[in-house]
């Protein structure tokens, strides 16, 4: 019917804001800035072989380990490396080769729990809010069209929005990761699953699977989090309405997210919370987990429970509340 | 007009904020094709009475019914017969005149879109709708504001403080439009307004609002004979001997609530004095000024206005 000029309206306000034009600005500047970091450091090793230099790591890992004063946490990380690299080193693949479309996958893992979540809530903090702030909710609202309708065609925008600004990531890393390391690499096999059972590392989930199989998994995850956060996001945006408190929110609950896995790892009841499971590329690819007993899938569900749950409130609020500001 | 269909009306309407009603037991009704004025001071319960009208707020008792429709229970159905400006014309100030009206388009049915050309000649905006609405006075908001709100070829239009900022010229253009779109297209208009003038020179027919509550209802024309005016008002000199003298005929208003000139210090210079002396005994009332040998310019009978209408029903509060 007419709900697809519902969300053309509201694609329409994201596109005519400088909020878009911004988010591709970061976006360039962000992925440009980090390639341009990371090959500066790599010139330096260039003339090293990356045997020698991948065994230097683990010796010093061992050595970390054996010091005995590492927290928690990073042994279990420890343990970890030096699965991986002992594991690579055995196959005669260097652990740390790069190229455009490893950068490009890579990009995803290191953006999920921070970047991706912090543009998706870039558009949708102030989806709501901002009619509010503008008034124009007074005119949106009393259109022959429900208010659930208004507030599902933001909804479906702002998720369209957050797929575009993922898509647009992948792109712009892979053209950057291209141009820096070379474009060809999307079939070369990447080993996926490590795991560390209990204190010991454990190589029997171990496979191998072409790049670009592994990078489509991973963007979805990175994607999937990200929406859910867009979601969250909307809820924060409905009920504040003010666009100022909504990003505020949404970002003191992303950075808490970097922050307590790393300060109170114990807290194992924190695996529950939506920031903690934003990581999920990370868990799919095999890196340990800050808490113990986080896995892809329970993440996921975990992230999917709290966007629908965040979802089911919003609309709630939004169909009844009067609209007095 | 009595015979028109009524388009818009609200029953009972009550709202409470906390424990303080801020609306209690509104009731009027709007025909297709008059002016409705609805007249009360700032923080009186206007702009509550017309978010319950247009659904933003719901009432906490009453109903409100559109061309027959429960607002309550047929929303969607009974907005579409709706154009509405609530407290001021908000628009998305970051998109231009165009792409706000279509934006508007298509949340109605299809075909709205395609009156967008006419609609903006009509508020005389054809030549500015492809710039940004951020550019636009206040007097081409609120045009667009009505454009906007006629874009579904309403039969109710609902209009909060139209003239609110506005200068004169613009003030005369709302009201010429209002009136022309009540006349030609019978589109059943709803004004709010705290300017007396404003209402009286718009609207057919007025509901009074003062704290929450409609004191008075009816045609501008009844609402002014209500105060049957015994007022007479002279223009004299020595003012301050008039004004004594007058006092044996009837009361003296000292306070004028319109164009008073100020009677000059010693109240031996030009003045105008109003009192309220029944007609018949007006030509004795000048006979004695005459005696004594006041100077009489100007001797009128100033019609009742809305505003001593409004002065009278509120108790002397301004507006």
Redesign the interface.
Known sequence: M?FP??V??EL??FA??RRFRVVVLILVALIGLIVFAQSRARERFQNKDWRVETQERMARIQNWLRDGRMPASSRRWATFELGRLQYHLERDIDPEAISGPLFARAFANASSYLLLPLLAIVFAADVVSAEFQ???I?????????RARVLASKLVAQSLAITLTVVFGGIVAYLFGGLAYGWPGWSAPVLTGFRVGGAVFDPSTVRAVPLWEDAILVYGLAWFATLCVGAIALLTSVLLRSTAASMGTMLAALIAGTILPRLASQWEAQKFLFVTNLPLPDYYSGSPPPIPGLTVELGATVLAAWAAAAILVAFAVFVRR???A | MASAEIVLSAENLTKRFGDREAVSDVSFEVRAGEVFGFLGPNGAGKTTTIRMLVGLARPDRGRVRIRGLDLAHHFTKAMAHVGAIVEAPDLYRYLTGRENLEHFARMLPPGAGARIEELAAMVALSDRLDDKVSTYSLGMRQRLGIAQALLGEPDVLILDEPANGLDPAGIREIRQLVRRLAAERGIGVFVSSHLLSEIEQTADRVAIIHRGRTLASGSVRELSARSASDRVRVRARPAAKAAEKLSAFGQVETAVPLDALPVSGDGSGDGLVVARIPPDRVPEALRALLAEGIEVFTVERPSSTLEEVFLEITGGETV
């Open positions: 007419r000029g519902l053309e309206n329409l306000k005519k804001q503008q008034g124009t007074k005119l949106l609202l009393t259109r022959p069209v429900g009067d609209v007095l």
